[in-house]
C-alpha cells in the first residue's frame, strides 16, 4: 500500500496525472481502498487510478530487479500513453456486443495462449495444431524470459506457434484470447507499442502462406493451448509433440 500511495515518488505521481484520492486513502487496507474507489469514482477516474497503480507498481519492480529508475514524469507519460491506447481500443469495438457461449471444437488451425508470471519476467507459450477433422497434428510448449507485459507474451505465442506451423502447412488460421493482440495484427497498421515488433514479425511471418487469418476466441474455447502453456512452468525444457499433446491437456479435454 505505502508504494503505490504513499511513498514520495508515487506522491508524485498522483500530482502528476491529477487525480484526487478518496477520503479513505490513509487506510493500510489496499483491498478497502480500491473497493472504496471503483465504487465511488468516475469511469474515467476509476481508469487512470489502475492505469497509474500498475505504473508505480512495474516501475518499482524495474527498479528492484533491473537496477533501472524511472521519474514521476516517466511514469506520468506511461500513464497517458496507455490511457490514451486503452481508449482507442474501446472506440474501434463495438458498441453492440453479443453474448455467447462457446465451447470448444476441434478447429482446422492453430489455438495459440500464453502463461505469464510477470513478478519474474516470465511467459510460456502454448499451442496445439489440429487438422480439419480434429486429429492432432502437433503441439508446443515454450518458456520466454525478459517478459514486461502480458500482450507482448500473446504476441510471443502467436510467434512461435507460426514457426510450428511453418514445417508443413500453407493454409491457417489462428486462434487466440487475447483480443488486443488479435485486433492489432488484423488493423495492418504500424503499431507503436511495447509489442509493436512482435506483431510486425508476425505480420512478415504470415506472408509465407498460402493463406492466413487471426480470430478472437474466449478463454473456454482456447482451454487446451492454455493448460500446455502453464503445464511448461513444470517441463525442464522447451518441448514439442509429434500428433499429441501432454497429458494433462488429454485430461483436460476428457
Known amino acids: 500500500m505505502h508504494v503505490i500511495t504513499r511513498c ?34 468516475s469511469n474515467y477516474a476509476c481508469k487512470v487510478i489502475a492505469i497509474t497503480v500498475w505504473a508505480i507498481w512495474h516501475a518499482r519492480n524495474k527498479q528492484v530487479m533491473e537496477g533501472k529508475q524511472q521519474t514521476a514524469q ?28 462457446t465451447h470448444w471444437k476441434p478447429p482446422q488451425d492453430p489455438n495459440v495462449n500464453s502463461a505469464v508470471k510477470l513478478q519474474i519476467h516470465q ?3 502454448g499451442f496445439v495444431i489440429r487438422n480439419e477433422i480434429g486429429l492432432i497434428l502437433g503441439s508446443g510448449a515454450v518458456k520466454n524470459d525478459y517478459i ?17 506451423a511453418e514445417m508443413g502447412f500453407r493454409q491457417i488460421e489462428v486462434e487466440g484470447d487475447s483480443r488486443t493482440t488479435i485486433m492489432i495484427i488484423n488493423q495492418g497498421v504500424v503499431d507503436k507499442s511495447t509489442m509493436g515488433v512482435y506483431i510486425e514479425e508476425i505480420k512478415a511471418m504470415a506472408t ?5 487469418s487471426f480470430k478472437h476466441v474466449d478463454r473456454k474455447a482456447n482451454g487446451v493451448g492454455h493448460i ?17 499433446v501432454p497429458v494433462a491437456a488429454v485430461e483436460a479435454e476428457n
Open 208 to 212: 509465407r502462406f498460402q493463406r492466413i
Open 123 to 125: 511467459s510460456c507459450s
Open 228 to 244: 500446455i502453456a502453464q503445464e511448461r512452468f513444470n517441463l525442464t525444457e522447451n518441448t514439442f509433440w509429434v500428433e499429441e
Open 148 to 164: 514486461s507485459y502480458s500482450f507482448s507474451a500473446e504476441a510471443i505465442a502467436c510467434i512461435q506457434a507460426l514457426k510450428f
Open 74 to 101: 516517466d511514469i506520468k507519460i506511461i500513464v497517458a500513453s496507455l490511457v490514451r491506447e486503452l481508449d482507442e481500443i474501446n472506440r474501434k469495438l463495438p458498441d453492440q456486443r453479443e453474448t455467447m457461449k
Open 8 to 41: 514520495g515518488p508515487a506522491k508524485e505521481v498522483g500530482d502528476l496525472v491529477s487525480i484526487g484520492c478518496p477520503s479513505i486513502f490513509n487506510t493500510d487496507d489496499i483491498w478497502a481502498w480500491f473497493d472504496f474507489v471503483f465504487k465511488h469514482g
